[in-house]
């Protein structure tokens, strides 16, 4: 179902952002409130390890990389059997700790593929007061009543491969649930009525890339058309867009009807797994596996695109402001504060850009290997590795290291915050870290 395109519903729609107070006491969604990974909370631990600074310690049984989300006193995540038959939604106890629910929502016969950097529950779920909402990608996308457990409604008529596994999580804007479906052999994006799961519309991505192989081939490895990205909604040029990461593209949208505003396409490289990150007047994005780079994107107008890699066209709007091929991430986001943009690559190297000019101001070796979003707290920069490694840098134009703390397991998932207290997922286990 298309709606007709209403300036005044589409502000409405950019404009309908959670609010919190000084202290994040919820987190709703895949890096948190305001998507970018930023808490507002002051007081979280900088030193932890097994025995120091663990309020308490749940084990997760299964193989997933879902991050928690926090509303109230519950935490929500997902998981599945390693060999992806068998589906799960699991509720925490905020104070305590303690399994609330560990509840069975599907049996798969036969579960699609998920590479080894995958898993059968990857996407996030999103959160609101009474409801949690859950996707496995084309396996199903649920909503559950947070008291109960009880399935409000499900999604399970979604055709997607997702080729190497679902990685795309939800989010939740004006009464729609917004979600990527990049596959290699459907590209699309739903929008979701909350209260019923019908879809309000459905879009198709506008590339398929599988025709525009530089030797003018039919390329069908689906590596060219996959991505594991979450959308996101900011105001840009007064106007809400949802921007969408595809296949080898960058997207926005009109968030009330799904019709492109404008694009980007960057063909060399795949894969992209991020979410965009947005601030002085730009969208940042890594674009993934391969030739992957970060692209400071100056957004456009109506009908606007443009090849990341071609000749600069003085008569667009939409323009790379600027670009970088050194120590680009391809699982861990982007992070930006107080205009600097920070960045963890896969191999342990961080770097801090000036956001508005792209000079780099530091870049050093961390070591270790990242798949997990980082968190910026209070001026610092948490960055979580596979190995169990959370190293804690400063914020800064210049390079510290603040802290090292090493727990029994690593980290695929990103964490979250509530209060004074920071909830981190380790491939086993959950813990609440806090002072």
């Known amino acids: 179902m298309k709606f007709t395109r209403c300036p005044l519903l589409a502000l409405a729609v950019g404009l309908a952002w959670p609010v919190f107070a000084a202290d994040d006491l919820n987190w709703p969604e895949f890096r948190g409130p305001r998507g970018d990974g930023i808490t507002t909370s002051t007081g979280l631990p900088v030193t932890w390890s097994e025995t120091a600074q663990v309020k308490w310690k749940t084990p997760i049984h299964g193989r997933a990389w879902s991050s928690p989300v926090i509303w109230g006193n519950q935490i929500w995540l997902t998981t599945a059997t390693p060999d992806g038959h ?113 879809t309000v519309w459905r879009t198709e991505r506008s590339i398929d890339f599988k025709d525009l192989t530089p030797e003018g081939k039919v390329r069908d490895d689906g590596d060219y058309r996959k991505a594991f990205t979450t959308c996101h909604i900011a105001i840009l040029g007064g106007i809400p867009q949802l921007l969408s990461q595809g296949g080898q593209a960058m997207y926005a949208y009109n968030p009330a009807d799904g019709l492109e505003i404008w694009r980007v396409e960057e063909r060399t490289s795949q894969g992209a797994g991020t979410r965009p990150v947005v601030g002085e007047g730009l969208v940042y994005i890594p674009t993934g596996w391969a030739q992957g780079q970060i692209l400071a994107i100056r957004p456009g107008k109506k009908g606007e695109w443009l090849d990341a890699n071609g000749p600069v066209d003085p008569a667009l709007q939409l323009a790379i402001a600027w670009r970088s091929k050194k120590a680009v991430p391809k699982k861990p986001s982007l992070t930006l504060h107080d205009g600097l943009l920070f960045a963890m690559a896969d191999n342990g190297v961080a770097t801090c850009w000036d956001a508005a000019t792209g000079a780099t101001l530091w870049s050093e070796r961390v070591e270790g290997n990242y798949s997990a979003a980082p968190l910026l707290a209070d001026g610092k920069l948490y960055v979580f590795s596979e190995e169990g490694k959370t190293t804690v840098l400063a914020a800064a134009r210049q390079f510290a290291k603040l802290a090292e703390n090493t727990l029994a397991d690593g980290f695929m998932a990103s964490p979250a915050v509530s209060g004074k207290a920071l909830f981190v997922r380790t491939k086993s286990a959950l813990y609440r870290l806090e002072n």
């Open 86 to 198: 068998e589906r799960y939604v699991v509720c925490v106890d905020r104070d305590t700790g303690r399994v609330v629910r560990d509840q069975k929502l599907y049996d798969v016969p036969n579960p699609q593929f998920a590479h080894q950097f995958n898993t059968h529950a990857s996407p996030t779920p999103a959160i609101q007061e009474g409801r949690v909402f859950v996707t496995f990608g084309a396996t199903g996308t649920a909503c559950l009543d947070t008291a109960t457990g009880a399935v409000i409604w499900e999604r399970r008529d979604f055709v997607c491969n997702h080729f190497r596994g679902a990685g795309s999580s939800p989010i939740l804007r004006d009464g729609r649930i917004y979600l990527n479906f990049d596959g290699s052999d459907h590209q699309f994006l739903v929008a979701l009525d909350q209260v019923t799961g019908r």
